[in-house]
């Protein structure tokens, strides 16, 4: 079993930058790929990035595209989302997820454990 925290959250201006980390515990020693999702009021959950276990594949949503980095750190456990040049609509609760591959998944559906969510709200 595989447990997420998300940490990193808080009010940031519009063009700012936050980094949100994800820290897994519980079975770290198992090999998952990462995924990050957001979820506005109103809106479905939806895809952000994606990265392998190995950190050499990426995706990315096309909406955060050149805006957003996700990479991980095995050493630590750990998974982050480097978002740059946030807009007010990057604002909402924000998830980290662990498929049970060690592939870079876009689907919702492939990815089995996920995090409490952490709030990121963009605002002047």
């Known amino acids: 079993q595989v447990q997420l925290v998300e940490s990193g959250g808080g009010l940031v201006q519009p063009g700012g930058s936050l980094s949100l980390s994800c820290l897994a515990t519980?079975?770290?020693?198992?090999?998952?790929?990462t995924g990050w999702f957001r979820q506005a009021p109103g809106k479905e959950r939806e895809f952000v990035a994606a990265?392998?276990?190995?950190?050499?594949?990426?995706y990315y949503s096309d909406s955060v595209k050149g805006r957003f980095t996700v990479f991980r750190d095995n050493t630590k456990h750990t998974s982050y989302l480097q978002m740059n040049s946030l807009k007010p609509e990057d604002t909402a609760v924000y998830y980290c997820?662990?498929?049970?591959?060690?592939?870079?998944?876009?689907?919702?559906?492939?990815?089995?454990?996920w995090g409490q969510g952490t709030q990121v709200t963009v605002s002047s």
């Open positions: 997820a662990a498929s049970l591959t060690g592939m870079a998944e876009i689907s919702r559906s492939r990815y089995f454990y």
């Open positions: 519980g079975r770290p020693t198992g090999i998952f790929g």
């Open positions: 990265i392998n276990w190995g950190g050499g594949s990426t």
